[in-house]
T-cell receptor
Framework: GDSVTQMEGPVTLSEEAFLTINCTYT??????LFWYVQYPGEGLQLLLK?????DKGSNKGFEATYRKETTSFHLEKGSVQVSDSAVYFC???????????FGKGTRLHILP | DGGITQSPKYLFRKEGQNVTLSCEQN?????MYWYRQDPGQGLRLIYY???????QKGDIAEGYSVSREKKESFPLTVTSAQKNPTAFYLC??????????????FGPGTRLTVT
């Protein structure tokens, strides 16, 4: 079945470091891909998305490119801030009832 | 502003009691979803509804029930049959549009503690 695998955390970086969180997926057809972010005690917020191969989603300095050949959607940011500390979820939509399959999440800690 | 509201933010119940979690959206979305989140785990789908008066079981529906009598409302009842109900519950909605990739919008969540 469809699934999402993302790197386990926690990931700890210093402020202004380069961030990569790896995400790979298994899916039939051509799913849309998402990155969601969850701040402590809150719901999930959509960070960025890509709906077809080679699309690049971007928002708030974060980027991810839909790579069909490697079935990947890695999240990157050139210079992280303390305020980026959160849990990040990679996800795909299955087009079956609009269901979304989430990865287990990666907790990110940014040290000042 | 359009969005999803969940109430209350924190809920405490005694074991053996049913409890209903509220979810309301004013985004005019057709589809709504309930997820459960446990510490260190991803989201697990409990129930979802693509249209009023219709809903389907997700991956962990046992011990839960839902209704969808109005487009904007999708309440979740955690019954006494749910063996481990303490968790963070998230409601989401979606316009259900292929061009949007079926992206979902989430409420702030309700943290349920059962003792």
């Amino acid at each position: 079945g469809d699934s999402v695998t993302q790197m386990e955390g926690p990931v700890t970086l210093s402020e202004e470091a380069f961030l990569t969180i790896n995400c790979t997926y298994t899916a039939t057809g051509y799913p849309s891909l998402f990155w969601y972010v969850q701040y402590p005690g809150e719901g999930l917020q959509l960070l960025l998305k890509a709906t077809k191969a080679d699309d690049k989603g971007s928002n708030k300095g974060f980027e991810a490119t839909y790579r069909k050949e490697t079935t990947s959607f890695h999240l990157e940011k050139g210079s992280v801030q303390v305020s980026d500390s959160a849990v990040y979820f990679c996800a795909l939509s299955t087009y079956l009832g609009g269901k979304i399959i989430f990865g287990k999440g990666t907790r990110l800690h940014i040290l000042p | 502003d359009g969005g999803i509201t969940q109430s209350p933010k924190y809920l405490f119940r005694k074991e053996g009691q049913n409890v209903t979690l509220s979810c309301e959206q004013n985004l005019n979305h057709d589809a709504m979803y309930w997820y459960r989140q446990d510490p260190g785990q991803g989201l697990r789908l409990i129930y979802y509804s693509q249209i009023v008066n219709d809903f389907q079981k997700g991956d962990i529906a046992e011990g839960y029930s839902v209704s969808r009598e109005k487009k904007e409302s999708f309440p979740l009842t955690v019954t006494s049959a749910q063996k481990n109900p303490t968790a963070f519950y998230l409601c989401a909605s979606s316009a259900g549009q292929i061009r949007e990739g079926y992206e979902q919008y989430f409420g702030p969540g309700t943290r349920l503690t059962v003792t």
